[in-house]
T-cell receptor, first 108, second 115 residues
Framework: QKEVEQNSGPLSVPEGAIASLNCTYS??????FFWYRQYSGKSPELIMS????GDKEDGRFTAQLNKASQYVSLLIRDSQPSDSATYLC????????FGTGTRLQVFP | DTEVTQTPKHLVMGMTNKKSLKCEQH?????MYWYKQKAKKPPELMFV???????INESVPSRFSPECPNSSLLNLHLHALQPEDSALYLC??????????????FGPGTRLLVL
């Protein structure tokens, strides 16, 4: 069974803190890893993609991939209330498999 | 430009109605997708079109009928739906440039209510 697992949360962090979102996956042949942000009632918006082990930074966002541990994470630095959303981890082999999402709440 | 458009934004239909959802992209992407998303759940894949041919059907009931008239357009024809089919229907597209590394870009979705 190909699975992607995330803690459903909510993860509550104060404004300005680092939010750390985690995801594990079961299929070792997975090649591509994505983080999508989804606001309530809206469609998923691509935040980050990562394909190789290590870190990838884009502004306040850093994605980390460890294929040996089958683990991918997203760090959000200087969290803002506007970052409050559900974050979906997605893993691609022949198709995109989504985790159930982690709800992030950033409070002022 | 990574824009995928979907119409209509909202749709209310009875169980005997026939309606269609439309999706369009002008990014030259050669793969297009339909997903269904229920509240507080992740998107569920329904159909995949690659180079305008249906490549994946995730055992979707026949009351949902996809169509890809050309490389920019994707339709989802709806007939005799059930109330449990009420959901957000998402279209996505991807470039299909590197196998296994296709980034999918989502449209805004159509919120469907079946009465």
């Amino acid at each position: 069974q190909k699975e992607v697992e995330q803690n459903s949360g909510p993860l509550s962090v104060p404004e300005g803190a680092i939010a750390s979102l985690n995801c594990t996956y079961s299929d070792r042949v997975s090649q591509s890893f994505f983080w999508y942000r989804q606001y309530s009632g809206k469609s998923p918006e691509l935040i980050m993609s990562i394909y190789s082990n290590g870190d990838k930074e884009d502004g306040r966002f850093t994605a980390q991939l460890n294929k040996a541990s089958q683990y991918v994470s997203l760090l959000i630095r200087d969290s803002q209330p506007s970052d409050s959303a559900t974050y979906l981890c997605a893993v691609s082999t022949d198709k995109l498999i989504f985790g159930t999402g982690t709800r992030l709440q950033v409070f002022p | 430009d990574t824009e995928v458009t979907q119409t209509p934004k909202h749709l209310v239909m009875g169980m005997t109605n026939k309606k269609s959802l439309k999706c369009e992209q002008h990014m030259g992407h050669r793969a297009m997708y339909w997903y269904k998303q229920k509240a507080k759940k992740p998107p569920e894949l329904m159909f995949v079109y690659s180079y305008e041919k249906l490549s994946i059907n995730e055992s979707v009931p026949s009351r949902f009928s996809p169509e890809c008239p050309n490389s920019s357009l994707l339709n989802l024809h709806l007939h005799a739906l059930q109330p449990e089919d009420s959901a957000l229907y998402l279209c996505a597209s991807s470039p299909l440039k590197i196998q296994g590394r296709e980034t999918q870009y989502f449209g805004p979705g159509t919120r469907l209510l079946v009465l």
